[in-house]
């Protein structure tokens, strides 16, 4: 016996505790109207996890407990157990004994126990389905419930039949697989739509970076260019310096020779006769020489005035190449879109009007609107060049005028030239012997001229050196502030041409006009690099994390999509399983229903036939408008459904709705016995299924109880004597007056040992 034990306390009209115990194949609980039997197969139901309220005749939970009496207090908790023999292993649970307990207290909370320890209702549906027991089910059928296994819809009856046939733990995993499914493809959008918000994010943060990146590979090239041009620069600028110094030396340390030398022709000559001539000459050479040192003295200030206007005008020049190259750039179509919505918005209020005024006024405004935004949009690419501006055109002043005062002084140095060549040929034309002392001035001052031109020429070479060696520590600061601390290494960097290294000598005999190339590209990837922007980590760590997120989640994509393709495998797998299980379980169970029947009628036939549910379909007639129905069509897609059909022996009677109340519970009771054969539950509870049969038919179904005994233990509700008397054990169910329901039991072999 797997059904072992059942107590009642609070449940319903069991307001006491009460037990029964099942120790033979089929016990009997009778009484009359009232008393409580049907609570117990309630009871039953209440355990084993049924959640309709409705199924066990009652509104709420709270209904389920006693309500109270006259003479008794209601109670506030109801709890059913049931004990169920596990020695062979039938449950998933290595007990030897199980017991199931549910509690419902008066708030409508369930508790559920298993062996004494809590559990979830979860828990116990899946202990229990192991061995195809439920709360519902052919296995419980209560009072009234007979016939509704043939009032049910095919459906339905094919959802009774799986669960008969054990199959139910297919529908709980298909149940379950379809829940997973619909779950996984709402996670599906979620993480889409999560991918879908972080899109346009990503998209400007990629450009960002792309455009950092393209920052980066032109700051390493510009590095390259930079260093081969500072260095080009330094080595030029250097060797030539040396050089020019060098050069300067050996003219400048003659003119300190000669000046000695001419100090004292000066003063032989002093001490000659014409005195006067020779003051003049020595007067001449004194305005020469100041005029000379004062025009070198401008060549050198109009020289580095030079120099700082070039660099004001290259970098003005960038401003404005810039300011040009950013006003062609598009206006953002959001603000478009945002003046267009004012300039509608004021046409439409004008053209509603008939006021000419107003549609002045309105004009008027969308004029000033347009104007506005145009100026707006203009004013983002306006570069300021005012301070530069105004500061070149300050130095262009300063340099026209020491170019002025240059001019005037190479006037003035010429015509004191001349007057001294007239006073020299004056000289020369006198004798020979009176004018030697003249002559060695002349002579002296000559070498002075000459030595002082070439003096000359190198400072100026020396003075625009200078101006280039300015320019070049400006150029280095500004290569530190673009390129880093890596611009102040150029010294070390090696150019290479043609897989060799150009020396320094080849440097410096490099035409100049190749290094103002490099400048001028120079400057041109400055201003493209200025364009990009410079290096942002910020940017750079938001696109990495967001990029990260973006791979996370369609990895996640991948998987739920990998998830989808499973669980509809495995969906299909089990409706497989469960449609060729169910096709072989119906052909046994119609056999068993074909005998059973065949048995309570005397003869006749009984069939399972499976069928597909048909839809009506409508179409619309085109002339009238109207909805026509169509025949009925099956939907491949639905699954089958079972319906009876019945052959009545010494009648023609076929199909259900013809039948009797006595022959509907009939072959209601032939279909549930022929069920129970064909996979036999641990247990069967029949509430009063044989009120309707009359004594022949009342024998036959007990004889078929009997039968049905050998392979599952029956708990039968029942008011027929011959029912009663095929039970191993009777329970009497009574009520007094305090309306509790009480159990009086009696042992049918124990009886009839006393009675002998």
């Known amino acids: 016996m797997y059904l072992k034990h059942l107590t009642i306390s609070g449940f319903k009209s069991f307001a006491k505790k009460g037990e029964l115990e099942f120790s033979a194949p089929i016990t009997s609980i009778v009484g009359p109207n009232g008393s409580g039997k049907s609570n117990v197969a ?140 619909k779950k996984t493809r709402e996670n599906i959008e979620r993480v889409q739509s999560l991918r879908r918000e972080v899109a346009p994010h990503l998209k400007f943060l990629e450009r960002q970076v792309k455009k950092i990146e393209r920052a980066v590979l032109l700051r390493e090239e510009l590095t390259t260019v930079y260093s081969e041009y500072l260095k080009r620069e330094d080595t030029y600028i250097a060797h030539h310096s040396d050089r020019l110094r060098l050069e300067r030396e050996e003219p400048s340390s003659k003119i300190e020779v000669l000046k000695e030398q001419l100090v004292e022709a000066k003063k032989v000559l002093a001490d000659s006769e014409d005195g006067e001539k020779g003051n003049e000459v020595v007067a001449l050479e004194e305005k020469i020489s100041a005029v000379r040192t004062l025009r070198q003295t401008l060549l050198r200030k109009s020289g580095q005035i030079e120099g700082q206007v070039s660099f004001l005008q290259r970098r003005i020049a960038q401003a404005h190449d810039k ?142 050196l200078e101006r280039d060696r300015n320019e070049f520590k400006r150029e280095l600061q500004e290569a530190v502030s673009l390129i880093g601390s890596g611009a102040s290494k150029y010294f070390s960097f090696e150019i290479v041409t043609d897989g060799k290294v150009v020396n320094n000598k080849t440097i410096a005999e490099e035409p100049r006009e190749q290094q103002r190339e490099r400048r001028r590209s120079l400057e ?125 022996p010494n009648k023609r009677v076929r199909g259900l709705d013809m039948l009797s109340g006595g022959e509907r519970a009939l072959t209601s009771i032939a279909l549930i016995f022929a069920m129970s054969q064909i996979n036999p539950p641990l247990f069967i509870i029949l509430d009063e299924t044989d009120a309707a049969l009359d004594e022949a038919n009342s024998r036959r179904y007990g004889d078929m109880i009997e039968a049905l005994a050998e392979k599952s233990q029956l708990i039968l509700i029942t008011h027929n004597r011959e029912t009663m008397s095929r039970a191993g054990i009777l329970y009497g169910v009574t009520m007094g007056g305090d309306g509790i329901s009480k159990l009086l039991s009696v042992k049918f072999d124990e009886a009839v040992a006393v009675a002998k």
């Open 42 to 181: 309630e009871s039953f139901r209440f355990v084993l996890g049924e959640q309709s309220v409705k199924g066990m005749r009652a509104k709420k939970g709270a209904d389920l407990i006693f309500n109270g009496s006259d003479s008794t207090s209601r109670g506030n908790r109801a709890s059913v157990s049931i004990t169920l023999d596990n020695t062979k292993r039938v449950f998933p649970m290595d007990f030897d004994e199980i017991i199931l307990e549910r509690t419902v207290h008066r708030d409508g909370q369930n508790d559920y126990q298993i062996n004494n320890s809590k559990v979830r209702l979860k828990d116990v549906q899946e202990l229990l389905s192991a061995a195809n027991i439920g709360p519902t089910g052919h296995h419980i059928i209560s009072q009234g419930e007979a016939d509704r296994i043939l009032s049910a819809s095919a459906k339905e009856r094919r959802e009774m039949i799986e669960d008969a046939l054990g199959l139910k733990v297919f529908q709980y995993k298909k149940v379950d697989a379809e829940k997973k499914l």
């Open 524 to 648: 041109k990837m400055k201003i493209r690099l200025e364009e990009l922007g410079g290096a942002n980590s910020d940017i750079e760590k938001e696109y990495k994390e967001v990029k990260e997120r973006d791979e996370f989640l369609v990895h996640e994509i991948a998987d739920l999509e990998t998830s989808v393709e499973k669980l509809e495998e495995l969906i299909t797998e089990l409706a497989a399983q469960l449609n060729e299980q169910f096709v072989a379980g119906i052909d046994k169970i119609g056999a068993e229903f074909n005998r059973f029947f065949a048995l309570m009628f005397g003869g006749g036939e009984a069939k399972l036939l499976r069928v597909k549910p048909k839809i009506r379909k409508k179409k619309t007639d085109d002339d009238l408008g109207t909805e026509i129905e169509e025949d009925d069509e099956e939907d491949e897609n639905i699954e089958e459904g079972v319906e009876l059909d019945v052959k009545l």
């Open 323 to 464: 300011s040009t190259k950013e006003s062609e750039a598009p206006v953002p179509m959001v603000e478009v879109k945002k003046i267009l919505q004012v300039v509608e918005s004021s046409v439409e209020k004008a053209v509603k009007s008939d006021d000419v005024s107003q549609l002045q006024r309105a004009l008027s405004d969308v004029m000033h609107t347009l104007k506005k935004f145009v100026q707006g949009a203009s004013g983002l690419v306006v570069v300021n060049t005012d301070t530069e501006e105004k500061e070149l055109v300050a130095l262009e002043k300063e340099l026209h005028s020491s170019e002025k005062e240059i001019t005037a002084v190479e006037e003035q140095e010429t015509k004191l030239t001349g007057q001294y060549e007239e006073l020299k040929r004056s000289i020369e034309s006198e004798s020979q012997e009176s004018r030697e002392a003249e002559r060695e001035v002349f002579r002296i001052v000559g070498e002075q001229r000459e030595c002082e031109n070439i003096v000359a020429r190198i400072d100026g070479e020396l003075g625009v």
